[in-house]
């Protein structure tokens, strides 16, 4: 708990912000740099958003392997990612895997408020590979709870049959698979404090929010919020999942007019993104500047509506 006390706000809300992307984050400097990215800027990238938006925010989430100085400049809460970023495509199941050199011990050790790990979890896969995956957990939840540190699990779903999980097709697939692996990973076996995970719905399908050619009515989208809220007896955020900040925001107006429950976010891309084309073309300086004026912005329009909208977690 009192680690807990750290990462969310006086109203007891998460309002957390997600700079952990290391693959992700080197495709998007290396795309506005026209070259590779090297690993001092993804450092220095994570420095900045560090340095001047965690005034705004209750923590942050980085990664031990370029985000460590970024943390000793942090304003907020930390969590610290245990994962290895990305997943091997080659064999099947996209099984999780953690940092060769970490350890809950030592993220502990590095300051760390919340230990997160990321999964991929497709309730429809087979039971060989979900069964790994699960007793997987059961380590992770173990050494969490061996070490006092708050286990923050990461879920984000997937079809392995669907290779884009933005299609129609995923669209209709996805309340199902999002609320079933929420129940899930809430049993007390996994000894998880905190699950982040996906709205149970891609709004872009949801009648009057994208799409013409939607897949679920408001109605159908505001009982699967109600489901998802049901589905698990523990403090649950939302990840923004990259979609632009105006929408995340419609979102979680729509979750708690249906009925969500949910206790805030840990919200990357949304916020911070558009702060990379500055940095690449013009440096440091216009970066710290980009995320004074527009990165702060965000978090603070964030932060209203989560006032709106989150529930403060139950002590």
């Known amino acids: 708990m009192k680690h807990l006390k750290k990462l969310w706000n006086k109203e007891q809300i998460f309002a957390a912000l997600a700079i952990d992307q290391r693959g992700a984050l080197r495709k998007m400097l290396t795309k506005a740099k026209g070259e590779e990215a090297c690993a001092k800027e993804l450092e220095e990238f994570k420095m ?15 990664d031990p392997e ?29 099984l999780p895997d953690l940092l060769p050199t970490c350890s809950v011990k030592n993220l502990k050790e590095a300051g760390a408020d919340a230990c997160k790990f990321l999964l991929y979890y497709d309730v429809d896969e087979s039971d060989e590979i979900n069964e790994r995956k699960q007793v997987f957990i059961e380590r992770i939840g173990s050494e969490c709870q061996a070490e006092n540190l708050p286990f923050f699990l990461e879920l984000v779903s997937y079809d392995q049959n669907i290779s884009d999980s933005q299609s129609k097709e995923y669209a209709m697939k996805k309340p199902g698979k999002v609320i079933k692996m929420m129940e899930k990973f809430s049993e007390e076996r996994f000894n998880v404090d905190v699950l982040k995970v996906e709205v149970p719905v891609n709004m872009h399908y949801v009648e009057g929010y994208g799409q013409t050619d939607f897949v679920h009515t408001k109605e159908e989208a505001a009982k699967f919020f109600q489901e998802q809220a049901a589905a698990t007896h523990l403090p649950y955020i939302f990840l923004s999942a990259g979609v632009e900040a105006e929408l995340f925001y419609e979102t979680l107006r729509f979750a708690k007019a249906a009925g969500s429950t949910f206790n805030g976010v840990l919200c990357g891309r949304a916020t911070w993104s558009a702060g990379v ?23 603070q329009q964030l932060n209203q509506v989560l006032k709106e909208t989150a529930t403060p977690v139950a002590l």
């Open 48 to 62: 900045i958003v560090s340095s001047q938006l965690t005034k705004d925010a209750s923590a942050i989430l980085l």
């Open 66 to 94: 370029y985000g460590l100085p970024a943390a000793k400049a942090k304003e907020a809460g930390l969590l610290l990612a245990y994962e290895k970023t990305g997943y091997d495509s080659t064999v099947p199941g996209r």
């Open 277 to 299: 084309e500055t940095f690449v073309k013009h440096g440091k300086e216009a970066a710290m500047t980009w995320m004074n004026e527009e990165g702060s912005k965000k978090i």
